[in-house]
């Protein structure tokens, strides 16, 4: 069964870069047939989607982020990686990684999440 | 982007009660749409994908449907465990966007 885990600092400073990790277990990203995604939430608030890449190493950020957003792929690791440069206060929120499909059609959606890592930007 | 609204923002029902959540896009997505249901400090659970087919492991009380723009969640017969905010999520475009959410508590 596919896990997925976030991993990275639970605090970062304003202006800095914002580093995380996803880990996949049960899995190989290299295997094709998914996205791998960030979705973050602010607190007390609702779903954000950030950005996702393919295990080729191909993106698609949202358009709101997407200078500041770098996605990654380690497929020697199993794992992904979000960059998220310049960060403010407003971009402190609870970071997800999930995985969606790449089938195409109407069967896309997050199936599989982790458990989600809080950031907070502050001083 | 495509916005996504959904209604009520919150409901209180009792344990069997029949929930019906609302969602509509802000363009035509066909069925292009998802609901998940959150509960405080977790992650997301996909529950519904492509309008109205319930993800594998998903209760049968909890059905989807709708096309276009306007869609339903229902909960057949609420239990316990069914305490969560539902979000409805598009797939239809390149940038995919939530719902704002529905929190459904005890009466």
């Known amino acids: 069964q596919v896990q997925l885990q976030e991993s990275g600092p639970g605090l970062v400073k304003p202006s800095q870069t914002l580093s995380l990790t996803c880990t996949v277990s049960?899995?190989?990203?290299?295997?094709?047939?998914?996205?791998w995604s960030w979705v973050r939430q602010h607190p007390g608030k609702g779903l954000e989607w950030i950005g996702n890449?393919?295990?080729?190493?191909?993106?698609y950020y949202n358009p709101s982020l997407k200078s500041r957003i770098t996605i990654s792929v380690d497929t020697s690791k199993n794992h992904f990686s979000l960059k998220l440069s310049s960060v403010t206060a407003a971009d402190t929120a609870v970071y997800y990684c999930?995985?969606?499909?790449?089938?195409?059609?109407?069967?896309?959606?997050?199936?599989?999440w982790g458990q989600g890592t809080m950031v907070t930007v502050s001083s | 982007d495509i916005q996504m609204t959904q209604s009520p923002s919150s409901l209180s029902a009792s344990v069997g009660d029949r929930v019906t959540i609302t969602c509509r896009a802000s363009q035509s997505i066909t069925n292009f749409l998802n609901w998940y249901q959150q509960k405080p400090g977790k992650a997301p659970k996909l529950l519904i994908f492509?309008?109205?087919s319930l993800q594998s492991g998903v209760p049968s009380r909890f059905s989807g449907s709708g096309s276009g723009t306007d869609f339903t969640l229902s909960i057949s017969s609420l239990q316990p465990e069914d305490f969560a905010t539902y979000y409805c999520?598009?797939?239809?475009?390149?940038?995919?966007?939530f719902g704002p959410g529905t929190k459904v508590d005890i009466k």
């Open positions: 999930a995985r969606r499909s790449a089938a195409g059609g109407a069967n896309d959606a997050f199936d599989i």
């Open positions: 890449i393919y295990y080729s190493g191909g993106t």
């Open positions: 999520q598009q797939s239809y475009s390149n940038v995919f966007t």
């Open positions: 492509a309008a109205s």
């Open positions: 049960g899995g190989s990203i290299s295997s094709g047939g998914y996205f």
